[in-house]
T-cell receptor, first 112, second 116 residues
């Protein structure tokens, strides 16, 4: 069945460091891929998305490219800030089944 | 701005009590979802609804029921709360159009339930 696997955390980085959070997926057909962010005590917010192969989603300095050949959608940011401290979830949407599948989340802490 | 509103941010209930969690969306979305979120387990789907009065079980429906009498409102009901239902509950909605749908989920801010 469809699934998402993302790297486990927690991840701790210094401010201005480079961030990569790995995400790979298993799906039949052509899913849409998403990254969500959850700040402490809040719900999930969409960070970025990509709907077809080779699409790049970007927002707030974060980027992820939909790689069908490696079934991956890794999240990257060139220079993290303290305000980026949050939990990040990779997700896929399977159109044929109207289902969303989430990874288990990666907690990021950025220290000054 | 699109909005999903959950009625209570924090609730404390006693074992055996009946608990209602309400969710309202203002986007005219067909689909609505209830998840629970627990440390180390990520998000798990409890129930979803693809239309008024329609519901489907998710991965962990035991101990829960839902109600969708109006398109904008989706309620989660714990008939007899137990301590293992202490969790963060997240409501979400989505505009789904079948095979052409790439729509994202919109989430509420969550309801943190503690059952004593």
């Amino acid at each position: 069945g469809d699934s998402v696997t993302q790297m486990e955390g927690p991840v701790t980085l210094s401010e201005e460091a480079f961030l990569t959070i790995n995400c790979t997926y298993t799906a039949t057909g052509y899913p849409s891929l998403f990254w969500y962010v959850q700040y402490p005590g809040e719900g999930l917010q969409l960070l970025l998305k990509a709907t077809k192969a080779d699409d790049k989603g970007s927002n707030k300095g974060f980027e992820a490219t939909y790689r069908k050949e490696t079934t991956s959608f890794h999240l990257e940011k060139g220079s993290v800030q303290v305000s980026d401290s949050a939990v990040y979830f990779c997700a896929l949407s399977a159109p044929l089944r109207n289902q969303f599948y989430f990874g288990t989340g990666t907690s990021l802490t950025v220290i000054p | 701005d699109v909005k999903v509103t959950q009625s209570s941010r924090y609730l404390v209930k006693r074992t055996g009590e009946k608990v209602f969690l309400e969710c309202v969306q203002d986007m005219d979305h067909e689909n609505m979802f209830w998840y629970r979120q627990d440390p180390g387990l990520g998000l798990r789907l409890i129930y979803f609804s693809y239309d008024v009065k329609m519901k489907e079980k998710g991965d962990i429906p035991e101990g829960y029921s839902v109600s969708r009498e109006k398109k904008e409102r989706f309620s989660l009901i714990l008939e007899s709360a137990s301590t293992n239902q202490t969790s963060m509950y997240l409501c979400a909605s989505r505009n789904y159009r079948g095979l052409s749908s790439t729509g994202e989920l919109f989430f509420g801010e969550g309801s943190r339930l503690t059952v004593l």
